[in-house]
């Protein structure tokens, strides 16, 4: 009845389900006079705990033992005695005060705009990214031309559930086993040529779209979307790779050229930040105070990377990344007694061969007074700083992986 209570119509991920309009209103009567009558006495007397009435009404929809989803209706109740301690801030998206904060800090072009309309803003931006990733790379073989009608499609879906239906109904199969390329089998997956690694239309699609509405929402909340551990093949990383060479129509190599310069001293329009390999694993590992501690010791170069923008410079934001980065494999050393000693020895073995190309330049190479001085600085310079490259080495290796953590800058 229209006065009556159901359960929402929507794509549950925590509880890897999706509720159909028809399904919320195909219930037992029963069912909606129950959750209506509990909903208006917690409302009218706040008898009972909404939460626990919610979780039952589930139980009850889904015919599952009342309690199958106590510990989820516990840990909601906790996040509301947080918000009602203070101990999380909590603001209320439509608030008008919150409104015109956010509003004062957008550029021009995207004041006053709602959800809906950046979200139409942002998809069409990121639909070009993709299509011309596809019209690339043709990662699907004989797929390709139809992932691309696909995602024109769900560009115009501003529905989250919406859209995930629409690609689950066209690629039905969310595991790769897709058309192939010729000469391959029906169930063989296709890899995507960017990077080797296993692929499918429902997996890239869902990813871009994924992408776009939360960047819409990020700011929508004036805030920054970051994407944190983005595997190889997620649409996140096609992004970051584009957005720090933003697609444009070129015209001759010298505009080219001109663009590759003006990189090094102006800004990039839509810019990322990129943090890469083990600094990600390293960051979600931190107990919370050891993240503290960094976050104090640290705290210049953290600014400094903060406060990127797309009106900074896109040779600095690498600067300040590279520099965070490093940071933070410095903060993460362990300290060990075998991995001192086994340093130790490497580095008395790679400094005793050192002193033999020393003593052998001094005494029999350059003896003769023929050898030029810059040459001779050279040498000695090698001789000084080759024990340092190891470590140097060791952490470049270290910081370089497949998976990116990518911060998108701008609007």
Not at 45 to 57: R, T
Not at 131 to 150: N, Q, S, W
Not at 215 to 238: D, F, K, S, W
Not at 368 to 376: A, E, I, Y
Request: hydrophobic share 40%.
């Amino acid at each position: 009845m229209p006065d009556q209570y159901t359960i929402r119509p929507l794509e549950y991920c925590a509880l890897d389900c999706t509720i159909s309009y028809t399904d919320a209103l195909s219930q037992p009567a029963e069912f909606y006079q129950n959750l209506t009558e509990k909903i208006n006495l917690w409302k009218q007397q706040q008898i009972g705990n909404l939460p626990e009435i919610i979780s039952f009404a589930f139980s009850s929809f889904f015919e599952k033992p009342e309690d199958t989803y106590a510990y989820l209706a516990q840990r909601w109740r906790d996040w509301l005695n947080a918000v009602a301690c203070g101990l999380v801030l909590y603001e209320n998206q439509n608030a008008e005060d919150v409104r015109n904060r956010i509003n004062k800090g957008r550029e021009e072009q995207i004041k006053n705009m709602d959800f809906d309309k950046l979200f139409a803003r942002y998809s069409r931006q990121n639909n070009l990214i993709l299509e011309t990733h596809l019209k690339t790379k043709k990662p699907f073989g004989t797929k390709t031309v139809d992932a691309i009608e696909t995602l024109h499609q769900v560009a115009e879906m501003s529905q989250r559930s919406e859209a995930f239906a629409y690609i689950d109904k066209k690629y039905p199969d969310k595991l790769g086993i897709v058309e192939a390329h010729t000469g391959k089998t029906p169930t063989e997956k296709i890899p995507d040529g960017t990077d080797g690694t296993d692929s499918t239309p429902n997996q890239l699609l869902k990813s871009w779209y994924q992408f776009v509405y939360q960047r819409t929402l990020a700011t929508h909340l004036g805030a920054c979307l970051i994407a944190v551990a983005a595997t190889p093949n997620a649409y996140e990383q096609i992004a970051g790779r584009s957005m720090a060479d933003f697609i444009e129509e070129e015209a001759g190599i010298f505009r080219k050229m001109v663009r590759s310069f003006k990189h090094l001293t102006t800004a990039n329009p839509s810019s990322s930040l990129t943090l890469s390999g083990s600094i990600t694993k390293i960051l979600g590992g931190m107990p919370y105070h050891v993240f503290s501690c960094f976050c104090y010791e640290a705290r210049t170069t953290i600014d400094n990377w903060r406060n990127c923008s797309p009106t900074t410079p896109l040779r600095t934001q690498k600067l300040h990344t590279r520099n965070t980065a490093y940071l933070i494999q410095k903060a993460s050393e362990e300290v060990s007694l075998l991995d001192d000693a086994k340093g130790m020895r490497n580095k008395t073995a790679l400094t005793f061969v050192l002193a033999l190309i020393s003593v052998f330049c001094d005494q029999i190479w350059f003896n003769d007074g023929t050898v030029p001085l810059w040459l001779v600085v050279i040498v000695t310079w090698f001789v000084s700083v080759v024990p340092d490259f190891g470590e140097l080495f060791a952490w470049i290796r270290g910081v370089h992986s497949s998976a990116k953590t990518v911060v998108f800058m701008g609007d």
